[in-house]
């Protein structure tokens, strides 16, 4: 839809505008290409995943997909490379590490101008637009006329991409239960993973630093067996992950769980009066068709808000 292309657009365009910002000046040429010996996890992942779409987004093209080109790079820039990679970063971009910025730098403006390319025949202006900007070249050079960019089969690893969505899937969770638990964005928290996996564990170790950075958690106690039955927790799954959040000290329990209640109640009540309506024959047979299809779909919202707050009850 014309909204959604113009959401990717403005995504696309802010996400260019803080990467410029961060590189100090230069441009990916002056910053040259990212030596694989000073890489970091998040910087491998992302790596693997632009060869990756970069191989799928030639052959699609090659076989005149282009529907399918446009959803793979659709898919990675706005959620691997905008939302991921880009929050990822952020915390070494800021920090004291030089070769540690540099590296995120070099990954950061690689990747962008990898994007422009491969974006440049779906959206030709605004690529050439930030191309230019990016790489300070003069008027007579154009994004256009360079090389499409060819995937580098070494750099990717499938192994790794499946270990990043487990990072990634536990984030989520911590953030969903954050959430659910009203607990302020602000607020650092204590997390348990359980994983009977010794390999499920090790990825969590390998990917900390992310967890404890982009969920707000300052302490992470990861274990195979957890025994919550003297405390406090929320909990939620990832894969086969438990995640667990202590509220205790955190969040106020019992006066979120009456909160809770207060708005179960009020669903609760406005439930009844829609299935009293519906089960009117009066009202069924003589209301015009659309004022009754909307109480039906009022009345199923409801029993998809009825349940979502007995879950979050339950899970207090």
């Known amino acids: 839809?014309?909204?959604?292309?113009?959401n990717f657009t403005n995504k696309l365009w802010n996400a260019s505008r803080?990467?410029?910002?961060?590189?100090?000046?230069?441009?990916?040429?002056?910053?040259?290409?990212?030596?694989?010996e000073t890489l970091e996890l998040a910087d491998k992942w992302v790596l693997s995943r632009f060869h990756q779409v970069t191989q799928q987004t030639r052959a699609d093209l090659d076989s005149y997909g282009l529907g399918e080109a446009?959803?793979?790079?659709?898919?990675?820039?706005?959620?691997?490379?905008?939302?991921?990679?880009?929050?990822?970063?952020?915390?070494?971009?800021?920090?004291?590490?030089?070769?540690?910025?540099?590296?995120?730098?070099?990954?950061?403006?690689?990747?962008?101008?990898?994007?422009?390319?491969?974006?440049?025949?779906?959206m030709p202006h605004i690529t050439e637009e930030i191309w230019h900007t990016l790489t300070q070249s003069s008027d007579r050079v154009y994004l256009a006329l360079q090389s499409y960019p060819v995937p580098q089969p070494s750099l990717i690893d499938p192994d790794l991409e499946q270990q990043f969505e487990l990072l990634i899937g536990t984030i989520r969770t911590l953030r969903n239960l954050r959430a659910e638990a009203e607990i302020k964005p602000g607020t650092k928290i204590s997390a348990v993973l359980q994983s009977d996996s010794d390999r499920e564990r090790q990825i969590l170790?390998?990917?900390?630093?992310?967890?404890?950075?982009?969920?707000?958690?300052?302490?992470?106690?990861?274990?195979?067996?957890?025994?919550?039955s003297d405390?406090?927790?929320?909990?939620?799954?990832t894969g086969t992950v438990q995640v667990l959040i202590p509220l205790t000290g955190v969040v106020d329990v019992?006066?979120?769980?009456?909160?809770?209640?207060?708005?179960l109640n009020k669903v609760e009540a406005e439930m009844q009066s829609l299935q009293a309506r519906l089960s009117n024959e009066n009202f069924v047979s003589k209301a015009r068709p659309e004022v009754v299809e909307g109480a039906r779909s009022s009345l199923a919202e409801l029993e998809k808000q009825a349940e979502i707050l007995r879950d979050r009850l339950t899970r207090l």
């Open 1 to 6: 839809s014309v909204e959604a292309s113009r």
């Open 18 to 36: 803080f990467v410029m910002m961060n590189l100090g000046g230069q441009t990916p040429e002056q910053l040259g290409s990212p030596s694989v």
């Open 70 to 122: 446009a959803k793979g790079l659709y898919e990675f820039i706005w959620g691997d490379f905008c939302d991921w990679y880009i929050e990822l970063v952020k915390s070494r971009l800021q920090g004291s590490n030089a070769e540690s910025k540099r590296s995120a730098q070099q990954v950061l403006a690689f990747v962008l101008e990898g994007i422009l390319k491969l974006l440049h025949p779906f």
């Open 205 to 228: 170790f390998a990917g900390q630093s992310y967890i404890q950075d982009l969920a707000r958690v300052e302490t992470l106690t990861l274990t195979a067996q957890v025994d919550a």
């Open 231 to 237: 405390a406090q927790f929320i909990a939620g799954v």
């Open 254 to 263: 019992e006066a979120l769980r009456a909160k809770l209640q207060r708005e």
